[in-house]
């Protein structure tokens, strides 16, 4: 079957010859161009849909590309060629490297880029980028990303992220990779404890840096500045990472959950807000100043209100009607704003 492939990549029939195929019996037959092509459609068009990927990941036009090198042997197949060109308007393929070869050409300018040895190669760059998103869990399990997917590397990114809770000692920082909203859906490279917090007000400061540097080893670190205290986790290119069939499962999962993971964004978002509202009220009503301004009946339809935002957050989300979430969110909004005026 592998010589039929070949020879139909300049001949329109061949012949297939298997010895003792089945309890001795040889099998022969004959298959043309156009069926072996039939057969092979589907595989073929998926070669297209990875290059759009490709193009669609990189942020590029078609008409951004300068060439189209052939790779593989399998790009001598007629068919895969008139689909390429096809894809690329026409435009004519490079074919003055052998297909087999080429790979060896790209490592080879790889090597010499990474030896730093580019007397040779002064006008190409390789760009190394992240195969999935880089990120850490924050509050409601969501996956907040640090490095987005593709990402060229090495690269250094620092986000801002805060305590949840009053006098928070400590904050446990879980270093996630993948595409998913929900942080738990995606793969967890490590974690790590950044301790010592001073006592301080639910919204304290922590920095947190995310560096990857050429050969791929990703290094988090998490700082509190007005002490300086900080810590950190490295992970290397095969620690806890995922193999390459694991990553491409994890994208299309991501294209298949997406309507999903926009459903538990938004409510998870809106659990958050509601959470931020019942804790910037509570504060505000502590005022003795803005309590004596209220009225027994404005206290009480701020307590029910209150009381009902806090009875949805401690269902843990089991209320799956978002409307719900969104009405009491409202609520809190307006009677922030009235009390904020106050002051």
């Known amino acids: 079957c592998e010589r039929a492939k ?5 001949a329109v029939t061949t012949n297939i010859e298997v010895d003792g195929l089945f309890q001795g019996v040889d099998f022969c037959s004959s298959i043309t161009r156009a069926r072996f092509e039939e057969l092979n459609m589907e595989l073929f068009e998926e070669c297209m849909e990875t290059i759009e990927r490709c193009l669609s ?4 036009e078609k008409s951004c590309v300068h ?3 052939l790779v593989g042997g399998s790009s001598r197949i007629p068919k895969v060629q008139q689909l390429l060109q096809d894809f690329f308007n026409g435009k004519d393929l490079c074919k003055s490297i052998n297909p087999d070869e080429a790979v060896a050409y790209g490592a080879a ?3 010499a880029l990474l030896s730093k040895d580019i007397k040779n190669v002064p006008d ?3 760009l190394d980028v992240t195969p999935l998103s880089l990120g850490v869990f924050v509050q409601g399990d969501l996956m907040s990303v640090v490095i987005p997917r593709n990402t060229t ?5 620092t986000q801002e992220y805060c305590t949840a809770d009053d006098n928070q000692s400590s904050v446990a920082i879980k270093v996630y990779e993948g595409e998913r909203t929900r942080a738990s859906d995606n793969n967890l490279l490590g974690f790590f404890t950044l301790s010592n917090l001073p006592p301080a007000p639910r919204g304290l400061p922590l920095f947190e840096c995310f560096t990857i540097d050429e050969n791929g080893i990703l290094s988090v670190s998490a700082e509190e500045k007005t002490t300086g205290n900080k810590n950190k986790i490295t992970i290397t290119s ?3 990472r995922l193999s390459t069939k694991e990553i491409e499962r994890m994208i299309q999962e991501a294209e298949i959950y997406k ?3 926009n459903k538990f964004l938004k409510k998870a978002k809106t659990r958050n807000d509601l959470d931020y509202y019942v804790y910037k009220i509570r504060n505000v009503l502590k005022k003795e100043d803005i309590n004596s301004m209220l009225c027994s009946q404005e206290k009480e339809d701020i307590s029910s209100a209150i009381n009902k935002a806090t009875d949805l957050l401690d269902e843990n989300y089991e209320q799956d009607d978002i409307s719900m979430f969104e009405d009491c969110l409202k609520e809190l909004e307006s009677f922030f704003g009235s009390l904020k005026a106050m002051g």
């Open 67 to 69: 060439d189209v090198v």
């Open 109 to 111: 300018v790889q090597a």
């Open 6 to 10: 070949r020879t139909l990549s300049y």
């Open 57 to 60: 990941d990189a942020k590029m």
């Open 259 to 261: 309507a999903e993971d």
């Open 124 to 126: 190409l760059v390789l």
């Open 238 to 240: 095969d620690k806890d």
């Open 153 to 157: 590397i090495p690269v250094k990114k």
